[in-house]
């Protein structure tokens, strides 16, 4: 089942369900992606649209354990340890000319924005528990004094 961006907005308490509607009636005689039309006609906070096209995506995306993955020495080399902190991402593998790449739904937005000006290939994304990522960038980037539970934390 598609959840729809404007329903995540009400449900979040960002729009209401007017403004919702007036958003999908000028949608519909604008083709302009929802989140454009929603910041332009009431101001909304761009953060407030970022955060629940994550949760949509996550809705979408594969979810995994990357406790369970063995990420290749050539992909984890493509990101420094600092950035896959920083970023929350841990590189998992190419398939085909595409690099998959693994996050959890609360740094999603942050990581999309750095794979996309940091990876020159395409990039699709899979979805983790904050925890279980935390524990796979501690294996694979080690950060000496600081636990998963602690990194896993959006920041």
């Known amino acids: 089942m598609h959840v729809r961006l ?21 949608q519909a005689h604008s083709a302009r992606p929802f989140g454009v039309i929603a910041e332009r006609l009431f101001g909304i906070d761009p ?5 629940a096209w994550a949760a949509q995506f ?22 420094e340890r ?22 959890a739904e609360p740094f999603l937005a942050r990581a999309l924005r750095f794979v996309g000006w940091r990876i ?19 294996k694979w980037y080690a950060m000496a004094g600081l636990d998963a539970e602690t990194l896993a934390a959006p920041g």
């Open 6 to 26: 404007g329903d995540l907005l009400v449900a979040r308490g960002v729009i209401s369900e007017d403004q919702r509607q007036r958003i999908l009636s000028v």
């Open 47 to 51: 953060r407030g649209i970022e955060q």
């Open 58 to 79: 996550a809705t979408l995306a594969e979810h995994i354990d990357p406790r369970q993955c063995w990420p290749t020495p050539e992909v984890l080399q493509l990101i």
């Open 82 to 103: 600092r950035q896959a902190w920083q970023f929350r991402v841990l590189p998992l593998r190419y398939e085909d000319s595409e690099l998959i790449v693994c996050t």
């Open 120 to 138: 020159a290939s395409p990039v699709s994304f899979v979805i983790a528990e904050p925890e279980a990522l935390g524990e796979s960038l501690s």
